[in-house]
């Protein structure tokens, strides 16, 4: 009997044993399941903070896009542009002289109205002081006008092809940007021959061109959407561009802007390009205002990220959207 007891005793400590060794099993498995999925928690939280957000990967999708179509319809950005400019030429019988010819007479009226009211004293550096100021107004305000009309008049091709529409802007624009490279040429033989002879900061002319037509095409872009979209854009945009004729220097110097407004006068970037434009060629081989430019280099950067946007989003419904 009592051998019997001891060895029940015995059999009851074992399965205690037993017992405890399962119970600490499951406990640990229970500890290492919730670790991992702490674990996992951990991770998924790290992915999704290194992952980028929706806005980001729509930005970098979007400029991809446009560089890999822009590639591809290289050839018809080309061709279409030569088009351009040879229809120019057989359309206008004055061709290439009128886009010279228009800026002329505009400065002949504001040099006469501007010396006789005794705002300027004349004189040769005033000839082409508004030569320059008007000239490369001309190349802005054109551009930007008839290129946001450009997708509105090509309904026709779109809906034969299907091509993407910020090509017929930057043909617009690549057309004009010819005819003022060849009439700029002749403003820079006239102001040699009124005094101010080419000097070495005219290999700053290069830059401020290229910035003037970031600055034209990034404008140019979203008003491309928008005014196919809603025709009043336009008329909108004409006032604009009246109003900013008058406050752009085009006939006035900006020294005689009170101190006090200087900052709004410089925020018009096309004030300060025909600034950059004039210290170059007209005041001794003046170096530009390089942070000047710095900005209006981020406004245009920022007009065409918005522009390109824009084009993203309504390539493929612009047609739907406009009933055509």
């Given at each position: 009997?009592?051998?019997?007891?001891?060895?029940?005793?015995?059999?009851?400590?074992?399965?205690?044993?037993?017992?405890?060794?399962?119970?600490?099993?499951?406990?640990?498995?229970?500890?290492?399941?919730?670790?991992?999925?702490?674990?996992?928690?951990?991770?998924?939280?790290?992915?999704?903070?290194?992952?980028?957000?929706?806005?980001?990967?729509?930005?970098?999708?979007?400029?991809?896009?446009?560089?890999?179509?822009?590639?591809?319809?290289?050839?018809?950005v080309l061709y279409?542009?030569?088009?351009?400019?040879?229809?120019?030429?057989?359309?206008?019988?004055?061709?290439?002289?009128?886009?010279?010819?228009?800026?002329?007479?505009?400065?002949?009226?504001?040099?006469?109205?501007?010396?006789?009211?005794?705002?300027?004293?004349?004189?040769?550096?005033?000839?082409?002081?508004?030569?320059?100021?008007?000239?490369?107004?001309?190349?802005?305000?054109?551009?930007?006008?008839?290129?946001?009309?450009?997708?509105?008049?090509?309904?026709?091709?779109?809906?034969?092809?299907?091509?993407?529409?910020?090509?017929?802007?930057?043909?617009?624009?690549?057309?004009?940007?010819?005819?003022?490279?060849?009439?700029?040429?002749?403003?820079?033989?006239?102001?040699?021959?009124?005094?101010?002879?080419?000097?070495?900061?005219?290999?700053?002319?290069?830059?401020?061109?290229?910035?003037?037509?970031?600055?034209?095409?990034?404008?140019?872009?979203?008003?491309?959407?928008?005014?196919?979209?809603?025709?009043?854009?336009?008329?909108?945009?004409?006032?604009?561009?009246?109003?900013?004729?008058?406050?752009?220097?085009?006939?006035?110097?900006?020294?005689?802007?009170?101190?006090?407004?200087?900052?709004?006068f410089y925020a018009?970037?096309?004030?300060?390009?025909?600034?950059?434009?004039?210290?170059?060629?007209?005041?001794?081989?003046?170096?530009?205002?390089?942070?000047?430019?710095?900005?209006?280099?981020?406004?245009?950067?920022?007009?065409?990220?918005?522009?390109?946007?824009?084009?993203?989003?309504?390539?493929?419904?612009?047609?739907?959207?406009?009933?055509?």
């Open positions: 009997m009592r051998e019997r007891k001891k060895e029940e005793g015995r059999r009851k400590k074992e399965e205690g044993k037993r017992k405890q060794e399962r119970v600490g099993d499951e406990t640990e498995k229970v500890h290492v399941v919730s670790g991992r999925k702490q674990d996992a928690k951990t991770e998924r939280k790290r992915l999704l903070q290194t992952r980028p957000s929706s806005e980001t990967k729509a930005a970098f999708h979007f400029s991809t896009m446009f560089l890999a179509t822009f590639r591809r319809y290289l050839g018809i279409r542009t030569i088009a351009g400019i040879k229809s120019e030429g057989r359309q206008n019988y004055l061709g290439y002289f009128w886009f010279l010819l228009e800026p002329a007479l505009s400065t002949a009226v504001l040099y006469v109205v501007f010396t006789q009211i005794k705002v300027y004293n004349g004189g040769a550096r005033y000839i082409a002081f508004l030569l320059i100021g008007m000239l490369t107004w001309n190349w802005f305000e054109s551009s930007c006008i008839l290129g946001s009309l450009s997708i509105k008049m090509k309904f026709g091709v779109l809906n034969q092809y299907n091509l993407p529409k910020y090509i017929f802007p930057l043909v617009t624009i690549l057309v004009n940007t010819w005819k003022f490279l060849w009439v700029f040429l002749v403003i820079v033989i006239v102001s040699a021959v009124l005094g101010f002879p080419p000097n070495l900061h005219f290999f700053y002319l290069p830059l401020i061109m290229l910035l003037q037509f970031f600055l034209i095409f990034g404008i140019t872009m979203p008003l491309s959407i928008g005014v196919t979209l809603a025709n009043d854009l336009l008329t909108v945009v004409s006032s604009i561009f009246r109003l900013m004729f008058f406050l752009s220097g085009i006939f006035f110097d900006a020294s005689i802007v009170p101190e006090n407004l200087r900052s709004w018009n970037p096309m004030a300060v390009i025909i600034e950059a434009y004039r210290a170059v060629i007209l005041d001794g081989g003046k170096t530009p205002d390089f942070s000047r430019m710095a900005e209006a280099a981020i406004f245009s950067l920022a007009f065409m990220i918005v522009g390109l946007a824009l084009h993203y989003h309504y390539d493929k419904k612009i047609l739907k959207l406009t009933n055509v």
